[in-house]
C-alpha cells in the first residue's frame, strides 16, 4: 500500500510566480490536510479537504493561497503570485474515516523557495 | 487553529538514557497520535492511542492516553543515536482535526 505521495519534492519558483503542490492520498483515504512548516518550527495547519469538499480552510490565507481535492486525480495546493515569505516546506496528510478515531499519515513534503 | 502544550521543547541526553515527553490540551480528544520527523522528511507516525488510559508499546516506544483525554505521554528507553529528531504529539477531535504540539528536539550523545 503505497504512501501518501507529494511532488514535487523541491520547487523554486520567481518572485509573482504560481505554485502548485500536489498530493495523492494513500489507498482507500478521503481526507486530506495541508500543512506548513517553518525551519525550526511545527506544523501549521492550512486546509482540510474530503473528496470534492473543503471542510475547513481556517488556516490558510484568503489571498493566493487555493485548495481543490477532485473527484478523480490528486489534491492541489495552488499559491498564486508567490513572494519570498511563502518558501517553506509544505505537507499533505490523509486520514481514513474511522468515526469519531483517526489517524494521519504525511507525505514527504514539497519544499519552495522563492527567489 | 488550537496549539497542544508539548515540553520539553529540547533534550541533550546521553545514549542509553530514557527518555520523557508529554503534551497537555484545554480540550479532550478521542486519539493522541507520537510522530518522529527527521530533517527533509515528512512526520513519521510512531504511535496511535484510541481510548482513555491506554498505554500501547511500540518497540523501545511507549504512549500513553492520559485519563482525562486532556494530556498524552511518550517515553522512549536505552536511547540510541538514530532516535535524534523532533518528536510531536497530536490530538484528534470528533471532527476529525487535528492539532500539533510545538515538537520536543531529541539529541542523544554517544
Known amino acids: 500500500n503505497a504512501g501518501v505521495m507529494q511532488n514535487p519534492r523541491h520547487l523554486v519558483r520567481r518572485r509573482g510566480q504560481e505554485a502548485r503542490l500536489r498530493c495523492s492520498p494513500m489507498?482507500?483515504?478521503?481526507?486530506v490536510y495541508w500543512y506548513r512548516q517553518l525551519p525550526e518550527e511545527g506544523l501549521k495547519f492550512m486546509v482540510y479537504l474530503q473528496k470534492e469538499n473543503i471542510i475547513d480552510e481556517s488556516g490558510m490565507p484568503k489571498e493566493r493561497f487555493s485548495a481543490e481535492f477532485p473527484k478523480e486525480g490528486p489534491s492541489i495546493l495552488r499559491i498564486q503570485q508567490v513572494v519570498r515569505g511563502d518558501s517553506a516546506a509544505y505537507f499533505c496528510?490523509?486520514?481514513?474515516?474511522?468515526?469519531?478515531?483517526?489517524?494521519?499519515?504525511f507525505g514527504e513534503g514539497s519544499r519552495l523557495t522563492v527567489l | 487553529g488550537q496549539q497542544l502544550n508539548q515540553s520539553p521543547q529540547s533534550m541533550f541526553i546521553q545514549e542509553g538514557e530514557d527518555v520523557s515527553m508529554n503534551c497537555t490540551s484545554s480540550?479532550?480528544?478521542?486519539?493522541w497520535l507520537w510522530y518522529k520527523q527527521d530533517p527533509g522528511e515528512g512526520p513519521v507516525l510512531l504511535i496511535a492511542?484510541?481510548?482513555?488510559?491506554e498505554l500501547t508499546s511500540n518497540g523501545r516506544l511507549t504512549a500513553q492516553f492520559g485519563i482525562t483525554r486532556k494530556d498524552s505521554f511518550l517515553n522512549i528507553s536505552a536511547s540510541i543515536p538514530s532516535d535524534v529528531g523532533i518528536y510531536f504529539c497530536?490530538?484528534?477531535?470528533?471532527?476529525?482535526?487535528?492539532?500539533f504540539g510545538t515538537g520536543t528536539s531529541l539529541t542523544v550523545i554517544p
Open positions: 497530536a490530538g484528534c477531535d470528533t471532527g476529525n482535526q487535528f492539532y
Open positions: 480540550s479532550i480528544f478521542n486519539t
Open positions: 489507498k482507500g483515504h478521503s481526507h
Open positions: 492511542l484510541y481510548k482513555a488510559g
Open positions: 496528510a490523509s486520514s481514513p474515516r474511522r468515526g469519531n478515531t483517526g489517524e494521519l499519515f
